[in-house]
T-cell receptor, first 116, second 112 residues
Framework: GAVVSQHPSWVICKSGTSVKIECRSL??????MFWYRQFPKQSLMLMAT?????????EQGVEKDKFLINHASLTLSTLTVTSAHPEDSSFYIC????????????FGPGTRLTVT | DAKTTQPNSMESNEEEPVHLPCNHS???????IHWYRQLPSQGPEYVIH???SNVNNRMASLAIAEDRKSSTLILHRATLRDAAVYYC?????????????FGKGTTLSVSS
């Protein structure tokens, strides 16, 4: 199956700093990627849809100025958490769907962000 | 997206079959039924999907009710590695640009 990678797998940063998370599709091109956030013992919450070459579409309640998403190529999308605070500590997961049908959505392994 | 309802948790013994139910009474004719699972501290993993007919793959089987208002994911012989949260999700065909929306899922525990 298609492979999606994320970097870093975990990161610890100080409050007020910014952190960038990369999501790459390794063996396919993804015109659309998705970013999710998952708090402990909760389900995945969709944050935004990232479209190559255009602005991301954010879900209601997600601050677009705080969570900057860039999808500069067909294989790379980045999520930057700006001015991070402890409440931003979470598991961030990216994904991409392959093809135009009801095909699988492939997920990255996730990035654990801890803000101290 | 149409809503799905799953039990919060289920338990199984190793090497026994597991039937994970999902209710989706408001499913539309164009909704596909997807199952994903998430192991601890990992991203979700595709398990299986179907539309109307029952489906089998190397991981599991998907049994879809005739009226499509419910489905069951079947793990034929549970192993300890199958302990995970299983999500039943509906999505429209031909919407690659639309993300899958996750509910709470069913936490499956497998005992040896």
């Amino acid at each position: 199956g298609a492979v999606v990678s994320q970097h870093p797998s975990w990161v610890i940063c100080k409050s007020g700093t910014s952190v960038k998370i990369e999501c790459r599709s390794l063996d396919f091109q993804a015109t659309t990627m998705f970013w999710y956030r998952q708090f402990p013992k909760q389900s995945l919450m969709l944050m935004a849809t990232s479209n190559e070459g255009s602005k991301a579409t954010y879900e209601q309640g997600v601050e677009k100025d705080k969570f900057l998403i860039n999808h500069a190529s067909l294989t790379l999308s980045t999520l930057t958490v700006t001015s991070a605070h402890p409440e931003d500590s979470s598991f961030y997961i990216c994904s991409a769907r392959v093809g135009e049908g009801p095909y699988e959505q492939y997920f990255g392994p996730g990035t654990r962000l801890t803000v101290t | 997206d149409a809503k799905t309802t799953q039990p919060n948790s289920m338990e199984s013994n190793e090497e026994e079959p597991v039937h994970l139910p999902c209710n989706h009474s408001t499913i539309s004719g164009t909704d596909y039924i997807h199952w994903y699972r998430q192991l601890p501290s990992q991203g979700p993993e595709y398990v299986i999907h179907g539309l109307t007919s029952n489906v089998n793959n190397r991981m599991a089987s998907l049994a879809i009710a005739e009226d499509r208002k419910s489905s069951t994911l079947i793990l034929h012989r549970a192993t300890l590695r199958d302990a995970a949260v299983y999500y039943c999700i509906l999505s429209l065909f031909n919407q690659a640009g639309t993300a899958l929306i996750f509910g709470k899922g069913t936490t499956l525990s497998v005992s040896s």
